[in-house]
């Protein structure tokens, strides 16, 4: 992904960065030749108690400084009480400015996370996922997500999680490119709903993670004959 990265990101461009573990792989694994004068916005907000990959505004400084470009702050959190409460901070004068950078976005890169909601929810969002916002994410059949906006297998939307800061799914598709990275077998729902959302449009991945997509996606369409 970095390598990639390094070959298409284009002077001028902007930027959209994602968060978590594999973003955090990719920004570190970032050797540019050449200079950009690329901006970055992050994605999403941060959150406090959380380990540091998840910081999104560290992830988009280091990405711009890599390139010699510039960032964007969004020092805001990403998950609220409500969406009525997420609705009035993006609408603030502070947000305007990364809101318009996201309708201008040349290209995105995303992890694709998997719903394991025995390990990695427990892990990662203790603090912010509650069990009644678990038990909606499991009634609605949520496979992965994207800046924790959820979708199930077929990529339709999973409105589950209330309060979530940040840029939704439709309007990351609108982005020119939407670069999704993720690997290994138990990410395999999550990136055919990526997929079939098309919420992604370049994907990259490892071939545990690509043969079981094929394989999902053969069983699916048996299923529908």
Not at 14 to 39: D, F, H, I, N, Q
Not at 200 to 223: C, F, G, P, Y
Request: some cysteine.
């Amino acid at each position: 992904a970095a390598r990639y990265l390094e070959r298409t990101v284009t002077n001028g461009g902007v930027v959209g960065m994602g968060w978590g573990r594999t973003m955090y792989e990719v920004v570190s694994a970032l050797e540019p030749k050449r200079k950009a004068r690329v901006t970055v916005v992050p994605l999403i907000g941060g959150l406090g108690q959380i380990a540091p990959i998840f910081q999104v505004h560290e992830l988009a400084r280091a990405l711009a400084e890599k390139f010699g470009g510039t960032w964007q702050n969004f020092y805001i959190p990403a998950l609220v009480e409500s969406d009525k409460m997420a609705a009035d901070l993006l609408r603030s004068a502070d947000m305007r400015q990364a809101l318009a950078l996201w309708n201008e976005m040349t290209v995105a890169i995303v992890g694709i996370g998997n719903v394991d909601l025995a390990s990695e929810i427990q892990m990662l969002f203790v603090n912010y996922l509650d069990d009644n916002t678990q038990t909606r994410l499991r009634s609605r059949k949520a496979v992965g997500d994207i800046c924790v906006r959820f979708f199930d297998v077929n990529g339709k939307v999973c409105e589950a999680v209330r309060g979530v800061v940040g840029v939704d799914l439709k309007q990351l598709r609108k982005a020119k490119r939407v670069i999704g990275v993720a690997g290994g077998a138990a990410k395999a729902e999550a990136i055919l709903g990526a997929l079939r959302g098309r919420y992604v449009n370049v994907l990259i991945t490892d071939d545990l993670a690509a043969q079981r997509v094929l394989e999902l996606h053969a069983q699916h369409k048996k299923t529908k004959r």
